[in-house]
């Protein structure tokens, strides 16, 4: 990553929400997706981006396209993006669909300011659960410092089925469709809790 520092998340009037997996092409692009799908249904909006490990200007596995045609989303134009450090500090939430993906966003940004607002998808739906919906008024970068006291940075290491969602890639179309359905409900559940109906 070769972009400048910085220090906060840009100060826009819609938040950024970055999902990050390894290669760009699968779960992250399918997640952003489909967490923009939730929000425009409730018609709230979001800046929603993703990026990838890996380098760039990849498209989307033919699996992607068909399991997503199933909720009516698009992503044939997709080319996959790699994670540069403007984009972790662009974003006022970064959400990795594995820990790896995580502690990259982490180190790579200046003196690990992104650590209290990056999490896995699977962490954030489960602390938001636990700590309850945040409330209408309330900032989001707030309810995400909530949701991040009492984290310690050794839960980063190695992999967890708890935290992870498994990545579909060469693997069958079956496999695509289950990784489409648990992102579908990970991330209602998301949209459901960072983003009440009242702030609009």
């Not at 190695?158 to 289950?178: C, H, I, W």
């Amino acid at each position: 990553m070769s972009d400048s520092p910085g220090e906060e998340p840009a100060k826009t009037s819609v938040p950024v929400v970055l999902f990050v997996c390894t290669a760009n092409r699968c779960r992250s692009p399918m997640a952003a997706a489909l967490f923009e799908r939730s929000l425009r249904q409730r018609e709230l909006v979001a800046d929603v981006r993703s990026a990838g490990l890996l380098g760039g200007g990849a498209s989307a596995p033919d699996e992607v396209l068909t399991a997503l045609r199933d909720y009516e989303i698009d992503l044939t134009t997709h080319r996959s993006h790699r994670l540069r450090r403007t984009d972790i500090t662009q974003a006022n939430l970064i959400i990795g669909l594995e820990r790896q993906h995580v502690r990259e966003a982490v180190l790579a940004s200046p003196r690990s300011e992104a650590w209290n607002r990056t999490f896995t998808l699977r962490e954030l739906v489960r602390r938001g659960d636990e700590a309850g919906p945040r409330s209408p008024g309330l900032p989001l970068d707030t309810w995400l410092g909530e949701l991040h006291h009492g984290r310690r940075s050794e839960e980063l290491l190695g992999a967890s089925p708890l935290d992870d969602v498994s990545d579909p890639f060469g693997k069958s179309l079956s496999e695509y469709r289950t990784t489409a359905e648990t992102l579908a409900d990970l991330v209602q559940a998301l949209s459901t809790l960072a983003f009440p109906l009242e702030s609009r």
